[in-house]
């Protein structure tokens, strides 16, 4: 285990499509999730996807079971696995909500997502999973498997006046300069 440097935006890696996962359940699928989980819980991040560490494989991790530092008003979304995801919105309906991410650091933005959607994949043993989800749990699935598809979050924003450095948008509130 290990925790890895994190790319940050502008690096070219961050902007390639992932591909999928062909073999589950072996030795080096384990070693990259122990480095995905070691490298995200040292950056207080809410998800993180393979090719942030350089990784081009359709695997995220994210989950909060503390309410955690760079998202405290957030509800708590259960620590996932998910591998191979597909995404399917339920509606059309749309939120505007604040994100982060650890490629972006230091920063937020406002940005658009899917209030409802059904999401399905496998975990690291091929078990599957298939939920429905809504609000912050909803969000932080899209941003992290946009991240599969090359996708950044300030790549989704309409609106660029909301976008911009934590101390500056938030000040006082002592969000993590990550
Ligand atoms: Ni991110």
């Known amino acids: 285990m290990a925790i890895r440097p994190?790319?940050?935006?502008g690096d070219p890696?961050?902007?390639?499509?992932?591909?999928?996962?062909?073999?589950?359940d072996t030795p080096e699928l384990h070693a990259l999730l122990a480095d995905m989980q070691e490298t995200m819980a040292s950056l207080n991040g809410a998800g993180l996807a393979a090719p942030q560490i350089g990784e081009p494989w359709r695997v995220v991790i994210f989950g909060t079971?503390?309410?955690?530092?760079r998202y405290p008003d957030a509800e708590i979304v259960p620590r996932?696995?998910?591998i191979n995801?597909?995404?399917?919105?339920?509606?059309t309906q749309m939120e505007q909500g604040w994100e982060g991410c650890l490629s972006v650091p230091g920063m937020r933005g406002l940005v658009p997502r899917y209030q409802q959607l059904r999401y399905r994949g496998v975990d690291e043993r091929g078990r599957a999973i298939d939920r429905q989800v809504s609000g912050f749990h909803a969000r932080v699935v899209q941003h992290e498997v946009d991240h599969l598809d090359g996708i950044l979050y300030p790549m989704r924003m309409t609106d660029l006046s909301q976008f911009g450095f934590n101390e500056e948008l938030f000040p006082g509130q002592g969000l993590q300069d990550d």
């Not at 890696?13 to 589950?24: A, E, H, M, N």
């Not at 079971?65 to 530092?69: I, M």
């Open 6 to 9: 994190v790319l940050r935006m």
């Open 80 to 82: 996932t696995v998910l």
């Open 65 to 69: 079971d503390a309410p955690n530092p």
């Open 85 to 91: 995801p597909e995404l399917e919105p339920l509606g």
């Open 13 to 24: 890696r961050l902007l390639r499509p992932s591909d999928r996962v062909l073999q589950l």
